[in-house]
């Protein structure tokens, strides 16, 4: 895709010579040489205050508002550059990726990991794009849709939500032709208000996608909303499995292959679902030592301590899963922040994690942040448990309390930004 074809999809004019676009961003930081860059505006940037910059970098143009002042040229204005990025996302989709087989990952948890283990799973037999990192959102889906080689055989496309109508919005822009949904829970259910209506937003790709899978239990419990797509599903109840130290161990025949997270043994029996669908066999021997991204189950080995960060993010599902993945021990700190955007339901929720622990028997916990109060109301009296509103005290507390070979396991939604504890454990 050349300049001059993209300011003709979007009825604007370029400033500059025509040249080959070899990729697109919205991020001047990241951006690299022949790259169209993006501006965007957010609540607390500009991206027009960085056109410069972008371009000294390499960046072949910029898409720009029409207020865009300064006098440079590679240059397309726009009225609005969001839109801007999703018009050319959907060109691109429509004639660039017409012959292309898309795979949506989509689910209230799991949705990374998933993508993950599908890539790695179907890149030994087709050519195959990924969304990079966590790029779920109405943003990150045009710009992997952009960046996507149209050469390629498949795309595993994340897509994530946090209101009404972002699922339906990403999958008329992207229209994958197969949908995974990892699982329903209560995640973002500040939102949505109900379950229901978290299935609801869920399962609206299905007005797109053609060949769904998804868990038995959802599929049970959701199906009228699923448009009487052809929906495949998996079950946890079909494998036979042995819980681990850390982790699970899951059986096929003679072999085997481990997982550190509960929650990974779930998303990978949905992605073999998939690989059944498309004749891969025995899908399972390429997840051997399976890692997925950052801040999931990382497990990081300091001179005093091991420390599992699976703190990238948090919700009922998700710490359900980690305290299954977890034999109980003496060793073991649970570090647990809040889970966010519960809404009216943040006590039910926080009050149910203390069930899971006094189940499960685990006895080290401490808690940080403001909902986890309820946690720790539940649990007082009952486990060595220790509650603090606010990190620094924490630390403070953790400088006294922790003793070499301690395991300790970060847990907690994105906005507690738990990675700060990662820099004081180290010299503690």
């Known amino acids: 895709m050349k300049l001059s074809e993209v300011a003709n999809i979007l009825n604007a004019k370029l400033d500059g010579e025509d040249n080959e676009i070899k990729g697109f961003s919205t991020d001047s930081r990241t951006i690299k040489e022949g790259e169209l860059f993006i501006a965007l505006r957010g609540k607390n940037f500009n991206g027009e205050d960085f056109v410069e910059d972008a371009l000294n970098k390499g960046a072949v143009g910029a898409v720009v508002s029409n207020n865009f002042k300064k006098n440079l040229k590679q240059i397309i204005k726009v009225e609005d550059t969001l839109f801007a990025l999703l018009k050319l996302a959907k060109f691109y989709r429509e004639n660039y990726l017409k012959d292309i087989k898309v795979i949506a990952v989509l689910g209230a948890s799991g949705k990374t990991t998933t993508k993950e283990m599908l890539y790695k799973i179907f890149s030994n037999f087709y050519k195959t794009y990924k969304s990079p990192k966590s790029f779920n959102n109405h943003i990150g889906v045009p710009l992997t849709i952009l960046n996507t080689p149209n050469y390629y055989d498949f795309l595993i496309l994340e897509i994530g939500t946090n209101h009404k109508g972002e699922i339906e919005s990403l999958s008329k822009l992207s229209k994958p032709d197969y949908a995974i949904i990892t699982n329903i ?66 059986f096929f025949n003679s072999e085997y292959i481990d997982f550190l997270n509960y929650g990974w043994f779930e998303n990978a029996i949905g992605v073999f679902e998939v690989c059944k669908f498309f004749n891969i066999k025995e ?39 980690l305290l299954y993945s977890i034999r109980p021990s003496k060793r073991n700190v649970f570090i647990i922040g809040d889970m966010l955007e519960l809404g009216e339901f943040s006590e039910f929720y926080h009050r149910e994690i203390a069930k899971y622990i006094l189940n499960l028997g685990h006895n080290r916990i401490i808690l940080i942040g403001n909902f986890v109060r309820y946690t720790y109301e539940e649990l007082k009296d009952k486990v060595e448990c220790y509650y603090f509103k606010e990190k620094e005290k924490a630390i403070e507390f953790l400088k006294i309390y922790l003793k070499p070979n301690d395991r300790i396991i970060l847990k907690a939604s994105r906005g507690m930004k738990f990675e700060e504890l990662l820099i004081f454990l180290p010299i503690l």
Do not use: C, Q, W
Request: proline fraction near 3%; aromatic fraction near 16%; glycine fraction near 4%.
């Open 283 to 321: 899908p399972y021997k390429f997840l051997k030592n399976f890692k997925s991204e950052t801040m999931r189950m990382e497990i990081l080995n300091f001179e005093k301590f091991e420390v599992i960060n699976d703190a990238y993010n948090s919700n009922p599902l998700s710490v359900k899963a």
């Open 185 to 250: 829970g209560p995640e973002h259910i500040e939102f949505f208000g109900s379950i229901e209506e978290i299935a609801k937003e869920e399962l609206s790709v299905f007005k797109y996608a053609k060949v769904g899978f998804m868990r038995k239990e959802d599929y049970e419990n959701f199906k009228n909303f699923t448009n009487d797509r052809e929906i495949f599903t998996f079950d946890t109840k079909n494998y036979k499995v042995e819980l681990l130290e850390i982790g699970i161990r899951v």
